[in-house]
């Protein structure tokens, strides 16, 4: 899966920076296509792995590289006026062979969360090619503005983009981390089930899977809009001395080491399903789904995909799901990913819309305190210019 991803703001710069450190480690950064998008200029210097060329600063005139804060409206009017500058950046890099376009945004600040929907609105209209969005909610504590940002930003961005796969800080917390240590061990994560998805249908060690996933299933997958949901788990593949004299032995002994890879597969699968997904959803809610497992090939199985199949498809609300392998010789470990789509029941976004209805409440009655107060100075009723 080729993607065109473009880092917009703080936490979606941080996050390609690290999606290219990984594609680096396994060979296939030639394939990918990038750009850093930001209002701040310390938060582009501190990209490591993000060449310079691929970095831009919009809004000089306006916050002077000091970026915008939580004001994602102010976001939005830097993007729209500057879309110009991102659009000739990405032409200039090429479009012909990608497959989609990746926009990824934290949601509950100012540039990713005002700059993302303006950015998916243009190449959506521009571009043949599908537009996602990874978008990042903010947790409850971080406070009702960023949820008010998040909400506003979720409304806009599902206007424009084929699909919004969200991940939800709030449900990924680890104690005993710093803030700091927190966020960069989700950024690793998101990483990891990107990554993962972009495999499909881009086999780099010269090893073609028996059930092959390529892009137009994920695109097919993701079609139609909505949000998605994607879950992962890995399992160590031990290499003990039984695999390496399964001739040696008898057929009943070989038929069971096949049943045990058969059950190991399925799982997987059911623990990427029923696990810690990227935003915590009924997956009966789910409209279809896609899974793809990543191993050494001597640890894949058709059959154990087949059964994961079978009860993935009475999991869901839809019928269509898709199911390949992605053998790899560079791991020691089996990594299955369950890509739920269009699912409708996330009690985190109906969350998020109160807090947001809440937020503006209480914007809206301080503004409007503020309006009483400066009146009070004056004997006459006198209009505000605006």
Known sequence: MRFFVIGFGQAGGKILDMFIENEKKRGSERRMRWLAVNTARTDLIGLRHVPIKDRILIGQTVVKGHGVGTDNKLGTKIAQDEIGTILNAIDERGTHDLDAFLIVAGLGGGTGSGGAPVLAKHLHEMYSEPVYALGILPAPEEGKLYSLNAARSIISLTKYVDNLILFDNGAWKFEGLSLKESFAKINDEIVRRIALLARAGEPIDDVVGEMV????????????????????????????????????????????IEGDKTMKIASLVRRAALGRLTLPCNISSAERALVLVAGPPEHLDRKGLEKAKIWLEEQIAGVEVRVGDYPTKRTKYVAALVLLANVTDAPRVRELQQFALEAKEEIESVEKERMEKALQLFDEDIEPLI
């Open 213 to 256: 996933v390529d892009s137009s299933e994920v695109i097919n997958t993701l079609r139609g809009g909505g949000i998605s949901s994607i879950g992962y788990a890995t399992s160590l593949a031990e290499m003990d001395k039984k695999s390496f004299s399964l001739f040696k032995r008898k057929k009943e002994k070989i038929e069971t």
